[in-house]
Structure formats: C-alpha cells, structure tokens
C-alpha cells in the first residue's frame, strides 16, 4: 500500500501494540496542541484571540502547567482572565459607575440594594453571569483543535477502510479499539458509509471489539487471582499491568502513567 502523508499518522499508529490506535493518535494530537499552545501560538494573533476567547479545561491547564514553561502560561492566563473579567462584569461596572458616588464597596451594596426591589433585574445579572461561566466551563481551544484533527483523522479510517485491503485486514487484527473511540467510529460509519458498506464494517469491527472485551475482562481477572497465595508462583501472563490498560479501555485515552 502506498502511504500519502495524511494517512501515515493512521498507519503508524494502527501498526502500533496497543488497547486503541486512536487513543494513540489523540495523544500525538494532544502532545502537539500543548507544546504549541506554549511556543508558536505565543506569536500568532489568531491563537492568541482563540486562547483569550475561550480559555482551557481543567485538564489541559493540568498538562499546560506540567510543562513547567510558567512565562508562557502566565502571559496567557494574563490577556485570558483580563478578557473573561470584561465578560462578566463590564456592563455591571457600568451599572455600578451610574450608582456609585462613593467608595467602590458601597457603591455594590447600593447597586444590589436597589436591583432587590427588581427582581426582573437581579435575574437578568443571574442569567448573564451564569451564561458566561457556563460558556468558560463548556469551551477549551485545545479540546477544540483535538476534536477536529481526530474528525480528520477519522476520514482518513474510512477512506484507508473502503479503499486499501490491507488497512481492513490490518484493522480486523488489532485489539479492538476503547469504548468512546469505538462509540466514534460507528456514528461515523453511519455518515460516511452507504447502508451496504455499514454491514461490512460492522461485521469487520465488531468482532474484533467482542474478542478484545472478552481478553481484558478475563486479564483483569487473572490479575485479581494472582493475589491468592495459591496463584504465587504461576505466571502474569499479560495480566501484570491489566488494570491501567483496562480503565483506558473502558473510558479511552487517560495519561495514568503521569499520575
């Protein structure tokens, strides 16, 4: 099969001994964002207006902060919170400037004083603060750039799967894939693929996932009798390290061997 450069990170990691190849690839997309995120993206407007914009997840600060480039996410956190500040509290400082004659302190007790005898007022502040937390809470720039390079990512799958045999081939014999990627992949056969085609695939994937469920649970559990004093001297097999393999399994891609 002749490799083009936008399959070639699909057939990397569809050759690579794993649990999930696109948890391989979320990975090498993941690792990608963060190190740009504190280098290049430092210098481009564009990324600049998105992180500003929209900020990061939990997670991804976790990681960004792991990186131990402190300039680098402190600039970002800087313009970030100076652009979440004015979201939330620029027509209410505008509120308060009106009412303030005094301190800043009194001037939002008078300003709450005087919206609770309103109370189509004080739930107009409630729904546009909780609006835009809810908005920072839901929006990440580097959940976003994963999500779309694993779009990509997933075309290509699609592509390799209806024209290349021995990607099919190759697919059918790797172990499966974790429950999210595997969600993934049928909800993109059902766009990408004729009603003919879906049966194929189907018959092509969902055996291999059974099988591999099946392995995991019957390693997990071999893991669990390896601590009776019967089992001491017989063999891990593939058990020894069951349980991180199985919880990525289960829920996907989850760096536990930073933890």
Same mark, same amino acid.
């Given at each position: !099969? ?6 070639? $990170? ?13 948890? /391989? ?16 993206? !430092? ?48 027509d209410l400082e505008n509120k308060l400037n009106e009412l303030n004659k005094h301190s800043h302190a009194n001037g939002i007790k008078k300003l709450f004083s005087k919206f609770s005898s309103k109370p189509s007022e004080t739930a107009d502040i409630f729904h546009q603060l909780i ?10 720039? /580097? ?10 990512? !997933? ?51 969902? $055996? ?26 017989? $063999? ?7 349980? $991180? ?15």
């Open positions: !099969m002749k490799e083009k450069i936008y399959t070639i $990170p699909v057939m990397d990691a569809f050759h690579t001994d794993c649990e999930c190849p696109l948890c /391989i690839l979320e990975k090498k997309t993941e690792d990608e964002a963060i190190e740009y995120t504190l280098g290049p993206s !430092m210098m481009e407007p564009d990324s600049r207006i998105q992180s500003n914009e929209k900020g990061f997840c939990k997670n991804h600060y976790k990681l960004l902060y792991a990186k131990n480039n402190r300039l680098s996410l402190a600039l970002i956190l800087d313009t970030h919170i100076l652009e979440t500040n004015k979201k939330l509290f620029f609006d835009v937390l809810n908005t920072l809470e839901n929006t990440c720039v /580097i959940c976003e750039k994963i999500s779309y390079t694993m779009k990509r990512y !997933m075309d290509v799958i699609y592509y390799l799967w209806q024209n290349e045999k021995e990607f099919k081939e190759l697919m059918k014999n790797k172990k499966g894939f974790c429950l999210p990627h595997f969600k993934i992949l049928l909800e993109g056969a059902k766009q990408h693929l004729s009603s003919n085609k879906q049966w194929e695939f189907l018959t092509d994937v969902l $055996p291999t996932q059974m099988e591999n469920m099946k392995r995991i649970q019957e390693e997990v559990n071999w893991f669990t009798k390896k601590f009776d004093y019967r089992n001491n001297d017989a $063999p891990w097999g593939n058990s020894k390290d069951a349980v $991180p393999r199985a919880i990525e399994k289960n829920v996907g891609f989850s760096r536990l061997e930073q933890e």
